[in-house]
């Protein structure tokens, strides 16, 4: 299964977006969707998982109360709703299968979300 962000973009602080996370395949319910990003010169920050078999959802507290993830089973995707929008969200956000949250085992191409303040 290969996973493939989308939906960045540039928006002011205290603005919306909402990321995609499409997958080639199906996902398995073992599987554990996660959402990173990493800014230029830092190191990854886990942002967002999600459990596929249960929805069970799981966030740090930088992004707790703003993110939102979503997952649609009949379209093998996942969402990213990030709302109230901060500069130093600004990062290259990826999605990544793993089997438990922060663990990334196979991830595909990202997307820039840029945030001004």
């Known amino acids: 299964v290969q996973l493939q962000a989308s939906g960045g973009g540039l928006v002011q602080a205290g603005g919306s977006l909402r990321l995609s996370c499409a997958a080639s395949?199906?996902?398995?319910?073992?599987?554990?969707v996660n959402w990173f990003r990493q800014a230029p010169g830092k190191e990854r920050e886990f942002v967002a998982a999600?459990?596929?078999?249960?929805?069970?959802?799981y966030y740090p507290d930088s992004v707790k109360g703003r993110f939102t993830i979503s997952g649609d089973k009949a379209k093998n995707t996942v969402y990213l709703q990030m709302n109230s929008l901060k500069p130093e969200d600004t990062a290259v956000y990826y999605c990544?299968?793993?089997?438990?949250?922060?663990?990334?085992?196979?991830w595909g191409q990202g997307t820039q979300v840029t945030v001004s303040s």
């Open positions: 999600i459990r596929w078999s249960n929805g069970r959802t």
């Open positions: 990544a299968g793993g089997i438990n949250p922060q663990e990334y085992r196979y």
């Open positions: 395949g199906r996902i398995f319910s073992s599987t554990v």
